[in-house]
């Protein structure tokens, strides 16, 4: 018996040489050039080798991956050594993890090879490089010599490329990146209350969720403060149950390793490559949430008995009168390729490992072991009380039985206990989350760019092509279209449709797009020009000219000396909604004249002690211009609120310092704290600063009140309330977020 490995596609997908060079043809003429499979000139030696060995042979048996992929690259196997002996019997052993058992499972039930799952990815790489290549090469020779795209000048090297794939996923970038920047902040207000016993303290929220009138909310917030007396009007206990995850499916496996571990995508399957080759766990390209009946999941969880770190739990799992054991939940989705990713291997951390190995494998493993577990039992009680006819509820939980949560260290369902409430009981107020390839080349290819959170933002360039295919009433972005053409893969590996009528109509569609785009390559242009200037090559390209002699060669045609044209150019910060020359001249800067502009800036993207309309000077004259800029580099306001976060704290501790029977009230709007004092502001809006004081205020710009209780507070009776308990209220603004993102709590508050 010979054994022999490839790396890979032996093969590559590419056009006749005559479309092969750029210029060589129109770019719409690649949706029907021909195309060859050949094997390229790295991979010579292999061929040599499998075509050596399957001279030898009488069998082939192929064990390459067992998906879509793996099968096309068998394919190609079979095609080499076929052409080297025609005799060869044929066969596929199936598998999805590299241990024993599954290993003699597939040589016992050896199969034929599926041609049609070959097809399907044959048609998948026609499709992508007929489209890529002509799209790539439309925008690339339309767009690299009319912009500067280079800072150094040197813009010969950038390809502007398209992939059928890559682009969605940008477009994923960019429609949120829009989402995030037509957002205009409006500011909310809301009333909050805490009751503080014997028992501990509970927080409870306004019924009514917020209000945007802030008016409206001073008016119910007095009426709370003028009857101070809260009435207990439901309390419902309840059981809660939280479910252990579905089974681990590749995608899942990306998101949790970046939510957990801050892992790329990209790293996550490179690790999962490696632990999957080395035995250790079952093949980590999997679509599947579902494991099949016929898996023993007992002898799984038995082989992780001897974990130092949850052994035990295995080991509960396996007794039945611990009744922990539950089979996975479903999750809906089976390739029919391969099982959900599961540990195959036990490892208390190998030598080799990195941190990363380690944090992986244990992922999979926990997250095995928590499917097969019963859920989290907790008793949830909400109580909702009234104050002054508004109601306000709390909710508190007791985890009675962790179970599953035993093992996933990963989730967390934090019980919150609330004091005993009785139905009419009152109190007094007192004082207060293939795709990791695509994301590679956007970064790769300068579409987008990834912060330290892991949170990406659109390029000026990927924002660009965006909006120009955008502007163009085409949806090339969206992941609509490669959405279908993934669902015509599927029916041709399955047999519903041919490869040859899914490539027809796919390209047909495409090539009608590609010459709608054309004929309006206008708006590629004119959204390019939004963020980039125009490069001077095409269009000086007899301009800062001077004649120094006849060609010696020809003797016909002058010989120039050429000048360099100036690309020197200010880039003004993002956080700019707006800017418009103006006729004002700056009387500083030289050499002039160095009109003004009126810039306009998006409020959440400045301090709030800068205004957002500016008459500026980009001479190198205006201080407050050259601050914006480097904040919009370097950072916004969520930086800066901090700060006023901690002054509220010290405020609300000095606060906390006063009599538990006195209520102190004051109003505050949501801004920022200068200079290490409160701003206070009327309900007007005008802004004060001042130390804080109880009693009455009669300045006008600022209330103040004390309240003490009456003869509430220790009261005989049910429901009466001891002397210590206090409920403590008030009334906090804050700014809607975008869809999606955490709204802020406003830098100040209205608070008792």
């Known amino acids: 018996m010979l054994v022999t490995s490839v790396t890979g596609h032996l093969m590559e997908l590419e056009f006749d040489d005559r479309f092969r060079r750029w210029h060589s043809c129109d770019p719409a003429d690649l949706f029907h050039a021909p195309v060859r499979k050949s094997v390229p000139q790295d991979k010579q030696d292999i061929k040599r080798t499998l075509e050596e060995e399957a001279r030898k042979c009488q069998w082939l048996v192929l064990w390459l991956d067992c998906d879509r992929e793996g099968e096309n690259i068998a394919y190609e196997v079979i095609d080499i050594c076929a052409g080297a002996n025609s005799r060869l019997n044929i066969w596929r052993a199936r598998f999805s993890a590299l241990i024993d058992r599954e290993i003699h499972e597939a040589v016992q039930h050896l199969d034929r090879p599926n041609k049609l799952f070959a097809d399907a990815v044959d048609a998948r790489q026609e499709i992508d490089l007929r489209i890529g290549a002509s799209f790539t090469r439309f925008q690339t020779m339309l767009l690299k010599d009319a912009f500067v795209l280079d800072d150094t000048g040197d813009d010969r090297n950038i390809i502007l490329s398209y992939g059928p794939c890559q682009f969605p996923t940008l477009g994923f970038i960019v429609e949120r990146f829009w989402e995030i920047q037509a957002h205009e902040p409006e500011e909310f207000w809301t009333i909050n209350c805490s009751h503080t016993s014997d028992e501990g303290t509970a927080s409870f929220g306004w019924i009514r969720g917020h209000l945007f009138d802030y008016s409206s909310a001073v008016v119910i917030y007095e009426m709370c403060v003028e009857e101070p007396m809260a009435t207990v009007q439901n309390v419902r206990n309840q059981e809660k149950l939280k479910y252990p995850p579905y089974p681990l499916s590749t995608i899942e496996l990306q998101k949790r390793a970046s939510r ?121 009680t909400t109580v909702e009380i009234n104050i002054a006819g508004e109601q306000f509820n709390a909710s508190g939980r007791v985890v009675l039985a962790k179970n599953y949560l ?37 970064l790769d290819r300068c579409y987008a760019t990834k912060d330290a959170n892991t949170r990406f933002s659109p390029t000026n360039l990927g924002e660009a092509l965006v909006m120009g295919y955008d502007e163009m009433g085409y949806e ?155 904040i919009s580099r370097f950072g916004s306001h969520s930086q800066t609120a901090t700060p006023a976060r901690n002054q509220n704290q010290t405020a609300s501790g000095v606060r906390q310092g006063s009599s538990r029977q006195d209520l102190h009230t004051s109003f505050r709007p949501a801004g920022q704290f200068t200079n290490g004092q409160t701003p206070v502001v009327n309900p007007q809006g005008f802004r004060s600063t001042h130390t804080q004081s109880s009693g009455n205020a009669s300045d006008g710009k600022t209330m103040w009140r004390t309240l003490r209780l009456g003869s509430v507070a220790g009261v005989g009776g049910a429901g009466a309330v001891a002397a210590g308990n206090h409920l403590n209220l008030h009334l906090q603004g804050g700014e809607a977020a975008p869809k999606g993102e955490a709204g802020g709590a406003g830098d100040g508050m209205l608070m008792a």
């Open 260 to 380: 957990y571990f801050r892992m790329s995508s990209e790293h996550t399957m490179k690790v999962a490559e490696e632990l999957y080759q080395a035995g250790f766990i079952s093949y980590p390209r999997t679509e599947t949430d579902n494991f099949s009946p016929n898996i023993d999941l007992h002898s799984i969880v038995h082989e992780q008995v001897a974990h130092p770190n949850w052994g035990i739990y295995a080991q509960r799992l396996l007794d039945p009168e611990a009744r922990l054991w539950r089979n996975p939940s479903n999750g809906g989705h089976d390739d029919k390729a391969h099982p959900p990713i599961h540990p195959t291997k036990f490892s208390a951390g190998e030598t080799n490992w990195t941190d990363n190995h380690k944090k992986l494998y244990e992922l999979v493993v926990r997250h095995f072991l928590a499917c097969c577990s019963q859920p989290a039992v907790g008793a949830e």
């Open 406 to 442: 035993d093992v996933y260290r990963f989730d967390s369902w934090g019980g919150t206990l609330l004091p005993t409430y009785i139905i009419g009981q009152q109190a007094g107020i007192g004082t207060d989350a293939t795709m990791h390839d695509h994301i590679k080349k956007l």
């Open 476 to 630: 090339l972005w969206k992941p609509y279209l490669r959405s279908m053409m993934e669902a015509d893969m599927k029916s041709v590996s399955i047999g519903t449709k041919s490869k040859s009528e899914v490539l027809e109509n796919c390209l047909q569609q495409m090539k009608a797009c590609f010459l709608d785009a054309r004929a309006n390559k206008v708006k590629l242009f004119d959204a390019m020009g939004t963020f980039f200037a125009r490069s001077s090559r095409p269009v000086n390209e007899t301009q800062n000219v001077e004649t120094v002699r006849p060609c010696a060669a020809c003797n016909e045609s002058e010989m120039f000396l050429k000048q360099r044209p100036c690309r020197n150019a200010v880039w003004l910060p993002r956080s700019l909604s707006e800017a418009a020359v103006t006729d004002q001249v700056c009387p500083t800067c030289a050499p002039g004249p160095v009109y003004k502009i009126q810039f306009k800036f998006r409020r959440r993207d400045i301090p709030p002690n800068f205004d957002v309309d500016h008459l500026g000077c980009i001479g190198g004259c205006d201080d407050i211009l050259k601050e914006l800029m480097e």
